[in-house]
């Protein structure tokens, strides 16, 4: 790394994420990507700074939270991406994608001449095999368990039926950047499929460390988008702790870096020599104290509705983000269809949160509701989960705090449905079926374990309805029914950032691909969920 010609205020000790991440936007910039930036450069180098380890890439079994996301990114493509229309999703290794008339059969013709990094071609029977080991995939299989057929009728064109309509498919071709389409050759690999990674993106790897997670890439001399990516080098670096990865950005070992701390966010604000990007409304995720809805006490709607009133959420908001973030009481953020201004959820009432808590324990044998709260092991995860832990005592309620563990293990006690309750965050905003498989019931990631008649039928409707005001309506009633039987106990929307020294410029990239190839007017996402695109960034050195 160079060295850097601007003194850096000393940094205070910053605090780490302020929910746990499964994934991924309040908005405002200060962009380096802003007009009169200059003509971008070619060459270079760059080291990301990323908050957690990914040991599998093979696409269809990786279970993929934002740092491994970007890495996906880098090296393959998606056949949709994101635009910055919350609801619009736009070709990219595809063509054209578009339905039948009833939305049960979806065609995707792709991009001629475009090439794997290995040079073998990106043809439909590449994403043929692609989008069927998906379907057989340990998290994905339930997300595409509505396709019935996948068909390549030729060399350029695929054929997705679907069980029943599915409006929003789209959306599912990106999945916010999980659904990379690999190589035929690293998918056919075996146990090597996690480490052997090919895919069609700006960057192919040359090195991959599982032990920490980092990764270096070069620049695809072949790749099918001319003139990108401008890097010739683009390393991801594993850095736990926000504290770190500012430090490291601060001092020179860091070129990028990305989190979704609003009290680090603060201090990024007032740094000089550095720019920022951040999600804006509309792509931001929710935070939460999720909750598993099949545990007791909290299968009783009473119990979940008296912690919603008597959690000030302020006060967390303040331990975790300095105050900065926007409270939320519904799963679904601005600007997305089915927001409502008043959802139903439990208004903060401690009086009344504790009346409802004596009743019930009247009704029990005198026993307080209690249940166990599990937190990531980091500082700022501990201070909130110690601060529920207070305020629930104050209305009579119990919570337990086994000790910490990693992000990973909090998603296996979930899966296995081993944990009460956990800090969380999720549900990156854009079309509202991607909700499905995190509430339908029977879903592997429906880590509430929700069994909810209402709630599955609005789901289902909601992604076979074509009519924009009847799909808003059908998600208008699932958020109000999410939020007045209180299954999450929802805290703030995650502004997730972007930070990069003032010499890197084009965080945002280029204008999407138009069916040529060629840089169209379609806008790409800015941020969303800690995504951003890639093969635009450039050094001005």
């Given at each position: 790394m160079r060295c850097r010609r601007l003194t850096f205020s000393a940094l205070a000790a910053a605090l780490a994420v302020s929910l746990a991440a499964c994934g991924g936007s309040g908005g405002g910039s200060g962009s380096s990507t802003a007009a009169g930036q200059g003509a971008p450069k070619s060459g270079g180098s760059v080291t990301y700074a990323l908050d957690g380890k990914t040991t599998n890439f093979c696409i269809p079994s990786a279970q993929l939270a934002i740092s491994g996301i970007m890495v996906a990114t880098a090296v393959y493509d998606t056949l949709m991406v994101p635009t910055r229309d919350p609801l619009k999703y736009a070709p990219y290794l595809a063509k054209d994608v578009h339905p039948n008339a009833t939305y049960d059969q979806w065609t995707i013709t792709l991009r001629p001449g475009v090439r794997f990094q290995d040079g073998t071609p990106v043809n439909s029977a590449a994403v043929k095999q692609n989008i069927d080991a998906w379907r057989k995939g340990t998290v994905l299989q339930l997300m595409y368990a509505n396709i019935a057929d996948v068909t390549a009728p030729d060399d350029a064109t695929v054929v997705v039926s679907m069980k029943s309509p599915w409006v929003s498919f789209p959306a599912w071709l990106w999945n916010i950047g999980r659904v990379g389409i690999a190589a035929p050759a690293q998918l056919d690999a075996g146990e090597a499929c996690a480490t052997k990674m090919i895919g069609s993106g700006p960057f192919k790897v040359t090195h991959f460390d599982p032990s920490t997670g980092?990764?270096?890439?070069?620049?695809?001399?072949?790749?099918?988008?001319?003139?990108?990516?401008?890097?010739?080098?683009?390393?991801?670096?594993?850095?736990?702790?926000?504290?770190?990865?500012?430090?490291?950005?601060?001092?020179?070992?860091?070129?990028?870096?990305?989190?979704?701390?609003?009290?680090?966010?603060?201090?990024?604000?007032?740094?000089?020599g550095l720019t920022y990007q951040l999600s804006p409304p509309g792509r931001r995720e929710l935070g939460m104290v999720l909750?598993?809805?099949?545990?007791?006490?909290?299968?009783?709607?009473?119990?979940?509705?008296?912690?919603?009133?008597?959690?000030?959420?302020?006060?967390?908001?303040?331990?975790?983000?300095?105050?900065?973030?926007?409270?939320?009481?519904?799963?679904?953020?601005?600007?997305?269809?089915?927001?409502?201004?008043?959802?139903?959820?439990?208004?903060?009432?401690?009086k009344a949160a504790k009346k409802a808590v004596n009743a019930w324990k009247q009704a029990h044998d005198g026993r307080s509701p209690t249940f166990s709260l599990q937190s990531p092991a980091d500082e700022m995860n501990k201070a909130l989960a110690q601060e529920v832990k207070r305020q629930m005592a104050e209305i009579g309620v119990t919570v337990n705090l086994p000790a910490p563990v990693d992000q990973a293990t909090i998603i296996n006690q979930a899966i296995g449905n081993q944990v009460d309750a956990f800090l969380w965050r999720n549900y990156a905003g854009g079309d509202p079926d991607t909700l499905y498989p995190w509430f339908k019931s029977g879903s592997l990631v429906n880590f509430n374990k929700i069994d909810d008649p209402m709630v599955d039928a609005a789901l289902v409707a909601g992604r076979a309805e074509p009519d924009a005001a009847k799909r808003t309506r059908i998600y208008e009633g699932l958020n109000r029914r999410l939020s007045t039987q209180a299954y999450n106990l929802y805290t703030w929307y995650v502004n997730w950032y972007i930070a990069e020294q003032s010499d890197v410029k084009g965080i945002l990239g280029p204008n999407l691909p138009d069916a040529a190839g060629k840089p169209g007017p379609e806008k790409p996402v800015e941020v969303l969920a800690g995504y951003h695109q890639l093969l635009g960034i450039w050094v001005d050195r």
């Open positions: 980092d990764v270096a890439t070069e620049k695809n001399p072949d790749y099918w988008r001319t003139g990108y990516p401008y890097l010739d080098q683009l390393n991801f670096k594993i850095s736990e702790g926000t504290d770190n990865r500012l430090n490291g950005l601060q001092g020179g070992q860091f070129d990028i870096m990305l989190d979704s701390s609003g009290a680090s966010f603060e201090t990024v604000k007032s740094l000089p909750l598993n809805v099949t545990r007791p006490p909290l299968d009783d709607i009473t119990v979940r509705r008296a912690i919603a009133q008597g959690t000030d959420r302020e006060a967390l908001n303040a331990i975790a983000n300095k105050g900065s973030f926007t409270l939320t009481e519904q799963v679904v953020d601005r600007d997305i269809m089915g927001y409502l201004r008043d959802p139903g959820f439990p208004k903060y009432d401690p």
